[in-house]
């Protein structure tokens, strides 16, 4: 089955731990995208990522990171800098050349 | 970066009948996508609209597009409870890697 994964689907954090989110797919996509949902908001772009090894920061990229050492993964990792991190995350890819955003399931971070 | 606006917030209707939602975005677009999104789960594109496309049809669904009041709305007809969902307007500008900017969504209702 060709997909995007993320894990896990619930995570819990205590304030001041960094926690990392994670985002699988087996597409054969180049370009991957992180978005943070608040409730009843649309979805707000972190980082993207058009190649492996390379990466940009989106519109509200302050407290967060990301790494893209393999085609297939792009990590997220929230920090202790992240004034107000409790939110679902979602992953997405994009074909080359293509315009369509594949989005994984989600993560939902809450903070304690 | 931009974002776009649906309307109405919240639509609520009974099977059978067509729901219609709106979208403004507020810059130049390649082109247009609606995203249907169940509660707590990722999003599913359903359909795409170039800038130099006034109207598409996919099964139930369609949508319009008017690049000079930067607007676009998506027409379900005979709406099914299994549409029950939030659906969102996202516009591509070409710009950070292609991502997507998205509008705050309209959540549908359809009872039985």
Request: net charge neutral; with cysteine.
């Amino acid at each position: 089955d060709g997909g995007i994964t993320q894990s896990p689907k619930y995570l819990f954090r205590k304030e001041g731990q960094n926690v990392t989110l994670s985002c699988e797919q087996n597409l054969n996509h180049d370009a991957m995208y992180w978005y943070r949902q608040d409730p009843g908001q649309g979805l707000r772009l972190i980082y993207y990522s058009q190649i492996v090894n390379d990466f940009q920061k989106g519109d509200i990229a302050e407290g967060y990171s990301v790494s893209r050492e393999k085609k297939e993964s792009f990590p997220l990792t929230v920090t202790s800098a992240q004034k107000n991190p409790t939110a679902f995350y979602l992953c997405a890819s994009r074909i080359p050349g293509g315009d369509t955003q594949y989005f994984g399931p989600g993560t939902r971070l809450t903070v304690l | 970066s931009q974002q776009g606006e649906e309307d109405p917030q919240a639509l609520s209707i009974q099977e059978g009948e067509n729901a219609t939602m709106n979208c403004s975005y507020k810059t130049s677009i390649n082109n247009l996508q609606w995203y249907r999104q169940n509660s707590g789960r990722g999003l599913v594109h359903l359909i795409l609209i170039r800038s130099n496309e006034r109207e598409k049809h996919s099964g139930r669904l369609r949508v319009t597009l008017d690049t000079s009041k930067k607007s676009s709305s998506l027409l379900i007809t005979a709406s099914r409870a299994a549409d029950t969902a939030s659906y969102f307007c996202a516009t591509d500008d070409g710009n950070s890697g292609y991502a997507l900017n998205f509008g705050k969504g309209t959540s549908l209702l359809v009872t039985p």
